[in-house]
């Protein structure tokens, strides 16, 4: 009787403590399977491909940076002093030649103006130009034929950016935006931020300046940047346009001749657009970008020194072919992502942060008919860091994410063999008692 009345309130002793213990988050936790929304965080988006190791001084060196695998088409011989073929969706960097070679480059900086400047005012607010706002216009520059005194769309400022090149609606959205020097100073920021540390910013519709340069790593930084902002992507891919004058309008057609068609020069399939520029000290620059089949590529082409004014178009032509071709049968050379270091664990090593999906919809190879606007694609943000990545972000190891510690899962057995032990000790002791009674 003593013996089971011990075992009883040792039992039920024990059970008491079990269940005012924690459940152990392994078995608590539900498994969320791989490819479900909760694991990739948007539905339907792929997960990002993984981060490796690759070495950001190779876009430094000179001359052309490539590394062909086995049935890789030759790189084309161009006449640029500076180019880049990059995949827009992870921001490898497939080839280039003096990536980081500082140069002027022309109405391409009218790309990073746009970043800077776009999300600032609601396209469809409207705005009357001052005087004031058009004073400083560089001779020979590119317009529109924006007007003091005249109301316009934000939009329809846009539209003279991107299409005509426009260095009047440069002038008054940078007004709107806080002025001139205040404009440039937020590109050099936006500019700092993506990791384009090239560029130097002076007159923010890249007009010439003294001491204002960027390179083709940076002139793509800020394509492939442009692909994943909607209404970027929408002005630069548009081809044609109306552009108001008061109680009328005139049509306008983007510069960009891969786009038009224009000039003689065929227009390239799938090309989503993004910016032209040409000054007599920078010659022909051009960001463009292209989409065929599930593959978005970003070119970057700065002052060809040969086949004139339209070289620049066919250069990139032949660059675009070439990374199309190329595709799956190249190993990088660098990224477009900001540099980090990785974890104390391998403090000598430098990665690439992990890219977003940065894709474009199906709309990029569209081609918009003369006389009307172009609907142009947009394009997804990065996706949200989920399960292990988040976990290596935090500095934890994935492995103990949900895990139960030997500390933990031992203390309900050493509680239950410590209440057995005292049951047992006190049932010896009584025995021993109830014989030395008289």
């Known amino acids: 009787m003593i013996v089971m009345s011990a075992v009883r309130h040792t039992a039920v002793g ?31 988006e792929p997960t990002p491909p993984a981060r490796q190791y690759v070495d950001p001084a190779r876009l430094a060196r000179r001359g052309t940076q490539v590394q062909r695998l086995p049935g890789a088409p030759e790189v084309p011989s161009v006449s640029a002093l500076s180019w880049v073929v990059a995949d827009a969706s992870s921001g490898e960097v497939l ?34 130009v001052a005087d004031s706002e058009l004073t400083g216009i560089g001779d020979g520059s590119s317009l529109v034929g924006v007007k ?53 910013v002076v007159s923010p519709d890249g007009y ?34 109306d552009f108001p ?26 090309l989503i657009g993004i910016k032209n520029g040409y000054t007599s000290n920078a010659g022909n620059t051009l960001i463009s970008a292209a989409r065929r089949g599930d593959r978005t590529l970003v070119v970057t082409v700065m002052n060809p020194q040969g086949g004139g004014g339209l070289a620049v178009y066919e250069e990139a032509r032949e660059l675009l072919d070439w990374g199309f071709g190329a595709a799956g049968r190249v190993q990088p050379v660098g990224s477009l992502l900001p540099v980090r270091t990785k974890a104390a664990a391998d403090p000598g090593t430098r990665a690439v942060t992990a890219p977003g999906d940065g894709r474009d919809t199906e709309a ?11 609907d142009g694609p947009a394009a997804d943000g990065p996706a949200p860091r989920a399960g292990a990545e988040a976990a290596l972000a935090s500095g934890k190891d994935p492995a103990e994410e ?3 510690s030997p500390a933990s899962a031992a ?22 008692t109830g014989h030395r009674a008289p």
Not at 96 to 103: I, T, V, Y
Not at 422 to 429: D, F, H, K, S, V
């Open 14 to 44: 024990t059970a008491a403590v079990l269940l005012v213990l924690p459940v152990p988050a392994a078995a608590a936790a539900p498994v969320t399977p791989a490819g479900s929304a909760a694991h990739v965080g948007v539905v339907g």
């Open 95 to 128: 080839a280039a030649r003096n990536a980081h070679r500082k140069l002027p480059p022309a109405s391409t900086l009218k790309a990073l103006f746009a970043l800077t400047a776009l999300p600032r005012h609601d396209p469809s607010a409207q705005h009357t």
């Open 148 to 200: 003091e005194g005249y109301t316009y769309k934000v939009s329809d400022l846009w539209n003279g950016v991107f299409l005509s090149s426009g260095n009047d609606a440069v002038r008054v959205l940078a007004a709107m935006n806080g002025g001139w020097e205040s404009t440039a100073r937020q590109m050099q920021e936006k500019a700092r931020s993506l990791g384009a540390l090239d560029t130097n």
């Open 208 to 241: 010439d300046a003294p001491g204002q340069v960027s390179s083709a790593y940076d002139l793509a930084v800020f394509g492939r940047a442009g692909l994943q902002d909607p209404a970027f992507t929408r002005y630069c891919s548009t081809a044609y346009a």
């Open 245 to 270: 004058a008061g109680s009328w309008s005139y049509g306008i057609a983007n510069t960009n001749r891969l786009l038009t068609g224009a000039d003689g020069v065929a227009r390239y399939p799938g």
């Open 364 to 374: 990029a190879g569209r081609a918009p008919r003369a006389g009307a606007k172009a």
């Open 402 to 404: 949900g895990a139960v």
């Open 411 to 432: 203390l309900p057995l050493t509680l239950v063999g410590s209440a057995c032990a005292a049951a047992l000790a006190l049932w010896g002791r009584r025995r021993r």
